[in-house]
C-alpha cells in the first residue's frame, strides 16, 4: 500500500477525489454527473451495492449526500444525477468536466441483489427516483439471467420532466427489461407511452406477477409512496417486498449527526432501503 | 474492581498528583450554577453540587469544533484532543452518559473526532447525593460499575476509592503513598449506610419509566404532543444541556481572504425549525410539536428499540433548565396519565 | 477548495433609516478590514467612500428600515441592479425600534406635534421625501439573507458575506441566542425569575449579554422559530403584565412580532 492510501483509510471520514469525467443536462433543472476515482487504488476498491449513496464534499462549500446512479456491474465510473434545489447543487452545478472535487462512501444498506435472485422485479420510479432506482436497473439489465420478470415503470410531469429520456426510451425498445413509461401530463400530444400517472402503470402487470415471487422496489417524490403501495398491495405484493428508499438530510452518514432518524432508525445506516413492512406504521415516513 | 480508602487530609495532595498527569477539571460554583472548569488546586474544588449546566459532553463533544482546515492547495484533517482531559467530581449519571455516547461514536463505525478526545479523556467520579430533580433512581443510573477511570466515594473523614480501568489503576499506583488498600469491616459499613441513606433521598421518581418506550408507542397521537407543542419555545435548551444528546451540524466557514477556511461541527437541537429540512425545502417535521415528539421518542423510546437502554440518565437536568416545564418527568407523567384516563388501568 | 470567480463581485452598501451602526461594524471589524476592501469590488459604500453611480451590483448589503416615499423609490432601484440583496441589521430585517412607530394614525398625530405649525405638517423637501411611518425592507421588497443585528457581529456576517463573495449561497439555519447562551454555558435568567428574550431572538451574538450576567433584550430580532404566545406566557409568570410583555417583545421584533400576534 502506497504511503497516499495509507492515509485515505485511516479514518471513517477520510473522502477521496474524483474527477468530473462527463456531465449533460437531463432536464431544465437537473444534470448527469459521470466520475472517476483519481486514486488508483480507490478505484479497485470502490465496489458498492445499488441503493447506497455517497457523500459529496467541496471545502467551502460543505457535504452533501448523493444516490449512486450507475450499476456495480460497470466498472471505472460512477455516476449521479442531481436536481438543482439547494446551496451545495448550485455550486455544483458550475463546476465543469476535468474538476475534481471530494468523495466518500459508499453508505448505507443499498438492495441486496442476492436476494432478488429468481424473482420478480417491479421496479417503480418517479421523478428523481429515477437516479438512484437507475442503479438497480442497468444491474438487472446487466444480469437479466439472474432474475425472473424484470419491469420498469418510470413516471414523470411531462415529457421534458422525464430524466434519462432517451436512454429509457432505447431500453424499451431493447426490451431486456419490460420497460413502461409515463407522463402526468402531454402536451404535445406526440409522447408514444403512457398517459397518466405511475400508480396506472401498476393494475397492467396485474395478470404477470406471481405476487409471492415478485419484490417491488420504488423511489419518489415524498407524495407518491402511499399511492403506489395501495397498489402494490392490491396485486397482493407481500409488504415485507415493498422496498422503498428514503431521502433525509444528514451531515454525517455514519449514524452520529442525528439528523436523519426516522422511528428509531438512522436512514444513513438501517436505511436509505427499508421494506414497508418495516416502516408502515411510522408517521413520519413521508 | 480494586479499591483502596484515601484520607481526605492527603486529599489536596491527591490533587497536585493528579494535576500532573493532565489538564486537570472539576465542578467549580460560578453564581447560582456549577460548571467543569479548569482548576489549580483542591480548593477551588465545589463537591456539593448535583448538577453542572453542561455535563461532561463538553470535553467530548463540545459546542463547536473544527474538524479540518482548508486552503486553496488542499485540506487537513484536525483533531482536537493532543492533550489528556482529567475530569474529576463526574456523577454516576454523567458516567452513564459518557458509556451511551461512546457506544453511539465508537460502536458502530467509529468517529475519529471524538475517539481522539475520548481517548485522552480521564474521568474520576465521585459520590452525590440527589436533589429534587434527580431521576436517576428511575432510570437506573444512579450506581455505576464501569465507565469510569477512578470513582472516590465521599464517606465523611474519607474517600472509597474504585479503580475502573488501567488508566485508574496507573493512577493509583503513583499515589500509592496517598492511599490504603485495607477495606476494613467499618468501612463496609459506613458504605452500605451511605448507599441506604442517599437510596432514602430521592424524591423524584417516574415509577412510568419502565414502561414508556410501550407508553409512547401506544400515545403517539395523543393531544399531549399538541399541548406541550403549544408551550415549547424551541430554544434547543433542552438538548444542550442533556448529556446524551450529540445531534451536530457541519459548516464550512470561508475566512475574509476566501483563499482559506475550516468546516465546523456544531451541536444541534432537534428542537430547531430547520432541523428535518431536506434539499427542495420539503420538512419532514415542521411544528414544534412533531419535533418535540422526536426528542422524547427518540430519546425514551427509540434508544430502547436500539441499545436496550433510554437514552436518559436521569441528571435532571432538563427538569432544571426548560424554561417552560417540558421535561422527562412531564412528559412521561403525562402520557402515562393519558394511558390511565383512558384505559383506567392505574390506581 | 472552492475555486470562486476570478473577476470580484460588485458590492453595494446602502444605507437607510437607522444609526448607521451595521456600516460602522463592517469598518470596524479591523482584521478583516483590508480583506474586506479587497477581496470584492465595493462600489458603493455610503459611510466609507463619497457618492458613486452604479449601474449593477452582485450584492447589495442594505442597512436601516424604511421611512420616505423617497427610500422607498431608492430600494426598489437596488433590487431592480442587485442579484442578491442582503438585509443588514435588525432594522433592515424586522423594522428596528422604530418599528414601534409603525402605526399609521399614531404617526400622523407624531409628526403634527414635531414638526406641526398651526396643526399643519409643512412640506418636506424633495431631498427627504415624505415621511412614513419605519418598516422592514422585507416588507417592499424580496430579500434574499438576512443578517440581524444591532448591530451585526463579525462572526455572524463574515462566513454569510464571504460565502456570498464567493458565488455560493449561503445555508440558512435559524437558531434562537439560548442554544449560544446553552453553548458558552450559562445560567437562564427565566429560571430565576428575571426577564430575557433569548427564546424569541435571532442568534449570532454568541449570546454576549447573557455571558455577562445581563438579559438579552432582542436586539437582533425575532427568532424564526420563536413561540410569542408562550413567551407572553412565560415572561407573565415572572411578573409582566400582558402588555409589557409585548411591548418588551416589540422594542426590537418588529413585523414578526407584529404578525405573531395579529390574531390575539
Known amino acids: 500500500m502506497t504511503e497516499e492510501n495509507k492515509i485515505r483509510e485511516d479514518h471513517s471520514y477520510r473522502d477521496f477525489p474524483v474527477e468530473i469525467i462527463g456531465l449533460k443536462d437531463l432536464t431544465s433543472d437537473t444534470r448527469y454527473f459521470k466520475v472517476r476515482c483519481l486514486n488508483e487504488d480507490m478505484k479497485n476498491k470502490f465496489n458498492y451495492k445499488p441503493g447506497q449513496f455517497v457523500i459529496f464534499s467541496i471545502p467551502g462549500v460543505g457535504e452533501a449526500t448523493f444516490s449512486i446512479s450507475s450499476p456495480p456491474t460497470r466498472r471505472d465510473f460512477v455516476e449521479f444525477g442531481m436536481r438543482k434545489v439547494g446551496t451545495f447543487t448550485e455550486a455544483f452545478f458550475k463546476l465543469k468536466e476535468g474538476d475534481v472535487f471530494n468523495m466518500r462512501g459508499p453508505y448505507g444498506n443499498g438492495f441486496e441483489m442476492e436476494s432478488l435472485k429468481g424473482r420478480d422485479i417491479i421496479i417503480v420510479a418517479g421523478g428523481l427516483g429515477a437516479v438512484p432506482l437507475r442503479s438497480v436497473l442497468l444491474y438487472a439489465e446487466d444480469r437479466r439471467e439472474e432474475f425472473n420478470q424484470v419491469f420498469f415503470l418510470n413516471g414523470a410531469r411531462s415529457p421534458d420532466d422525464m430524466l434519462f429520456r432517451e436512454d429509457f426510451m432505447a431500453m424499451a425498445a431493447r426490451g431486456i427489461v419490460d420497460t413502461r413509461l409515463s407522463v402526468d401530463k402531454d402536451p404535445t400530444g406526440e409522447w408514444p407511452y403512457d398517459v397518466g400517472f405511475v400508480t396506472t402503470l401498476i393494475p397492467q402487470l396485474a395478470e404477470k406477477i406471481k405476487a409471492e415471487n415478485t419484490t417491488a422496489l420504488i423511489c419518489g417524490p415524498p407524495g407518491m409512496y402511499r399511492f403506489v403501495i395501495q397498489e402494490l398491495l392490491k396485486l397482493n405484493v407481500p409488504k415485507d417486498q415493498i422496498l422503498m428508499t428514503l431521502e433525509r438530510r444528514m451531515k454525517c452518514g455514519q449514524g452520529h449527526c442525528g439528523h436523519c432518524v426516522v422511528g428509531g432508525r438512522y436512514t444513513c445506516l438501517d436505511g436509505p432501503i427499508f421494506t414497508y413492512y418495516d416502516v408502515q406504521h411510522e408517521k413520519e415516513l413521508i | 474492581m480494586k479499591t483502596y480508602t484515601m484520607d481526605k487530609k492527603v486529599f489536596p495532595e491527591f490533587i497536585k498528583l493528579v494535576k500532573s498527569k493532565g489538564k486537570l477539571f472539576g465542578p467549580i460554583k460560578q453564581k447560582n450554577k456549577y460548571s467543569f472548569e479548569e482548576i489549580n488546586d483542591s480548593s477551588d474544588l465545589d463537591f456539593d453540587y448535583q448538577r453542572t449546566i453542561i455535563g461532561i459532553k463538553k470535553f467530548l463533544t463540545p459546542p463547536k469544533y473544527k474538524t479540518m482546515i482548508f486552503n486553496k492547495e488542499g485540506t487537513e484533517d484536525v483533531f482536537d484532543g493532543d492533550e489528556t482531559n482529567i475530569v474529576i467530581g463526574v456523577h454516576p449519571c454523567d458516567i452513564h452518559s459518557v458509556k451511551i455516547l461512546d457506544r453511539l461514536f465508537l460502536a458502530n463505525i467509529k468517529d475519529p473526532y471524538y475517539a481522539k478526545k475520548r481517548d485522552n479523556l480521564v474521568i474520576i467520579g465521585h459520590s452525590c447525593l440527589p436533589d429534587d430533580n434527580c431521576l436517576c433512581h428511575s432510570t437506573g443510573t444512579d450506581m455505576v460499575e464501569d465507565g469510569f477511570d477512578l470513582f472516590l466515594t465521599d464517606l465523611g473523614d474519607y474517600y472509597l476509592v474504585w479503580v475502573g480501568s488501567d488508566k485508574g489503576l496507573s493512577l493509583t499506583i503513583a499515589a500509592d503513598n496517598l492511599l490504603s488498600e485495607e477495606t476494613t469491616e467499618e468501612s463496609i459499613r459506613d458504605y452500605v449506610a451511605w448507599q441506604q441513606k442517599r437510596s432514602s433521598m430521592f424524591k423524584k421518581g417516574m415509577p412510568s419509566f419502565k414502561y414508556m418506550a410501550d407508553i409512547m408507542n401506544l400515545n403517539y397521537d395523543s393531544d399531549v404532543w399538541e399541548q406541550f407543542g403549544e408551550k415549547c419555545l424551541s430554544c434547543g435548551t433542552c438538548s444542550l444541556v442533556c448529556p446524551t444528546c450529540n445531534c451536530f451540524n457541519v459548516e464550512d466557514i470561508i475566512a475574509m481572504n476566501t483563499e482559506e477556511g475550516f468546516r465546523e461541527r456544531q451541536l444541534d437541537s432537534c428542537t430547531l425549525p430547520y432541523y428535518s429540512v431536506v434539499a427542495g425545502d420539503h420538512d419532514f417535521r415542521p411544528n414544534r410539536t412533531a419535533r418535540l415528539k422526536l426528542y422524547y421518542t427518540h430519546k425514551l423510546k427509540d434508544y430502547i428499540g436500539r441499545w436496550g437502554q433510554p437514552g436518559c440518565v436521569g441528571c435532571g437536568r432538563c427538569v432544571t433548565y426548560c424554561p417552560v416545564n417540558i421535561n422527562v418527568v412531564t412528559v412521561s407523567d403525562a402520557l402515562f396519565g393519558e394511558v390511565c384516563e383512558t384505559q383506567e388501568v392505574c390506581e | ?264
Not at chain 3, 95 to 123: A, S, W
Not at chain 3, 185 to 207: E, I, Q, R, W, Y
Not at chain 3, 241 to 263: C, P, S, W, Y
Open chain 3, 1 to 264: 477548495m472552492w475555486k470562486r470567480d476570478e473577476k470580484k463581485p460588485v458590492i453595494g452598501i446602502f444605507g437607510f433609516s437607522g444609526c448607521a451602526g451595521d456600516q460602522l461594524a463592517i469598518l470596524h471589524m479591523e482584521e478583516h478590514t483590508v480583506d474586506f476592501f479587497t477581496q470584492a469590488d465595493i462600489k458603493f459604500f455610503h459611510m466609507a467612500q463619497s457618492h458613486q453611480e452604479v449601474p449593477k451590483v452582485d450584492v447589495a448589503l442594505v442597512e436601516g428600515s424604511i421611512n420616505t416615499q423617497r427610500q422607498l423609490k431608492e430600494l426598489k432601484e437596488i433590487r431592480e441592479m442587485a442579484d442578491v440583496v442582503v438585509a443588514l441589521g435588525t432594522c433592515a430585517c424586522y423594522g428596528g425600534i422604530q418599528y414601534l412607530g409603525e402605526d399609521e394614525e399614531t404617526f400622523k398625530e407624531r409628526m403634527k406635534y414635531v414638526y406641526g405649525k398651526n396643526g399643519e405638517v409643512p412640506e418636506f423637501l424633495d431631498l427627504v421625501g415624505q415621511p412614513k411611518p419605519a418598516q422592514p425592507i422585507s416588507d417592499f421588497i424580496e430579500v434574499d439573507i438576512m443578517i440581524p443585528g444591532c448591530p451585526i457581529s463579525a462572526e455572524n456576517f463574515v462566513p454569510i458575506y464571504t460565502k456570498l463573495i464567493s458565488g455560493l449561497k449561503p445555508q440558512k439555519y435559524p437558531m434562537p441566542v439560548c442554544v449560544e447562551c446553552k453553548y458558552e454555558g450559562n445560567d437562564c435568567f427565566l429560571l430565576h425569575g428575571k426577564f430575557c428574550l433569548g427564546p424569541v431572538t435571532s442568534a449570532g451574538c454568541n449570546a454576549i449579554c447573557p455571558s455577562l450576567d445581563v438579559s438579552c433584550v432582542g436586539c437582533f430580532g425575532s427568532y424564526e422559530g420563536a413561540n410569542f404566545p408562550a413567551m407572553i406566557d412565560k415572561l407573565k409568570e415572572i411578573g409582566l403584565t400582558e402588555e409589557d410583555a409585548i411591548r418588551k417583545l416589540k422594542m426590537f421584533g418588529g413585523n414578526r412580532v407584529e404578525e405573531a400576534l395579529k390574531g390575539d
